[in-house]
T-cell receptor
Framework: NAGVTQTPKFQVLKTGQSMTLQCAQDMNHEYMSWYRQDPGMGLRLIHYSVGAGITDQGEVPNGYNVSRSTTEDFPLRLLSAAPSQTSVYFC??????????????FGEGSRLTVL | GENVEQHPSTLSVQEGDSAVIKCTYSDSASNYFPWYKQELGKRPQLIIDIRSNVGEKKDQRIAVTLNKTAKHFSLHITETQPEDSAVYFCAASFGGGADGLTFGKGTHLIIQP
């Protein structure tokens, strides 16, 4: 099993550009989520999904879109990049509540810089 | 929503000493409290967790305690080793799983030789 795979690992964008961060998991996890990590701010939840076709907002959703057409994939779209979106992004997946241990499995992270 | 406060932000201890990191949470309905360790440049990984029906849990040199009345929980690391140097995050959620986990801001643990 590859676990949670994120691409790209590094990306530099100009203000106003759009891009998609890809996330795929091969563990048949129903729950998937995106976090951003900024120095001194911990991990903040952007969007999450409890299954295919279902998405919901987290703590910091503005400027980001998500969709969940399959169990395996959960892409994160930046519609019009801003310097405030410079961050490290982590995708994570888990078994549904009540099943498994509740452990979040993280991808390796994607470092995004917006100039 | 849930708010998780974590202290201290940086903790420096001598190798072999104990380290304690403390977290408080705001939502009394939260019932799942994991701790994640993130080494420099790596992804966060779960090291231990506790549920609200348990007051303490131990795994070798790591232990977590939970005080539901005071709404705080702590990570205890004994006999610290150089490989314990990392950033540690506490988190809380309702429902017993990873759904909507709220993380603290992290503690940078430095083990001095």
């Amino acid at each position: 099993n590859a676990g949670v795979t994120q691409t790209p690992k590094f990306q530099v964008l100009k203000t106003g550009q759009s891009m998609t961060l890809q996330c795929a998991q091969d563990m048949n996890h129903e729950y998937m989520s995106w976090y951003r990590q900024d120095p001194g701010m911990g991990l903040r939840l952007i969007h999450y999904s409890v299954g295919a076709g279902i998405t919901d907002q987290g703590e910091v959703p503005n400027g980001y879109n998500v969709s969940r057409s399959t169990t395996e994939d959960f892409p994160l779209r930046l519609l019009s990049a801003a310097p405030s979106q410079t961050s490290v992004y982590f995708c994570a997946s888990s078994y549904p509540q009540g099943l498994g241990t509740g452990e979040l499995f993280f991808g390796e992270g994607s470092r995004l810089t917006v100039l | 929503g849930e708010n998780v406060e974590q202290h201290p932000s940086t903790l420096s201890v001598q190798e072999g000493d104990s380290a304690v990191i403390k977290c408080t949470y705001s939502d009394s309905a939260s019932n799942y409290f994991p701790w994640y360790k993130q080494e420099l440049g790596k992804r966060p990984q779960l090291i231990i967790d506790i549920r609200s029906n348990v007051g303490e849990k131990k795994d070798q040199r790591i232990a977590v305690t939970l005080n539901k009345t005071a709404k705080h929980f702590s990570l205890h690391i004994t006999e610290t080793q150089p490989e314990d140097s990392a950033v540690y995050f506490c988190a809380a959620s309702f429902g017993g799983g990873a759904d909507g986990l709220t993380f603290g801001k992290g503690t940078h643990l430095i083990i001095q030789p």
